[in-house]
């Protein structure tokens, strides 16, 4: 168990600041979508859902890096919260398909694709994988969050720069 919470020390700086950068890039998204509803635009249905993926992805770094700053953690806790966190991205990103898919007959492209579905889901199937290698008590999988972390603030930043770019 000291061990594990040595590990995890480790890492608090690494995740304080992905918490950190996350949080600023969830207000700096707000302000933006702020003032072009502020301008007098209205969202279209692609760009608000553009919106909300780049806030989820957001808010997930922000989640997970809250997580690894709780104190004296066990390696349970740690895992059922990593765990949760990536069962309910899953779960979004399906309610989502299924949305998109109903209110749209348009096919996406191949880029679309993978910034909208594929790479959130690869990362909440890392986020599911560490969870469980955590729970068996292998911390060396935390280094499997950084790609994770990557991923999510990857697609996050693509979806924000297109909304700032398109009209």
Avoid: C
Avoid at 7 to 21: G, I, K, N
Avoid at 78 to 93: D, F, N, P, Q
Avoid at 115 to 132: F, K
């Amino acid at each position: 168990m000291e061990t594990f919470l040595q590990d995890l020390r480790d890492w608090q700086p690494f995740f304080s600041t992905v918490a950190l950068a996350a949080a600023t890039l969830v207000g700096l998204l707000f302000v933006s979508l702020s003032l072009y509803r502020g301008a007098g635009q209205v969202f279209p249905l692609q760009r608000l859902r553009t919106a909300q993926s780049s806030f989820g992805d957001f808010l997930y770094v922000l989640m997970i890096g809250l997580v690894f700053l709780v104190p004296h953690q066990a390696p349970f806790g740690l895992a059922v919260a990593l765990l949760v966190l990536g069962a309910a991205r899953a779960a979004g990103l399906l309610r989502q398909a299924v949305r998109s898919r109903a209110s749209t007959q348009q096919k996406m492209g191949a880029q679309q694709t993978l910034r909208e579905y594929a790479i959130p889901a690869i990362a909440s199937l890392g986020l599911i994988l560490v969870g469980v290698e955590v729970f068996i008590g292998q911390t060396i999988s935390i280094y499997a969050l950084v790609l994770v972390i990557a991923a999510l603030l990857t697609t996050g930043s693509w979806n924000a720069w297109l909304l700032l770019i398109q009209p």
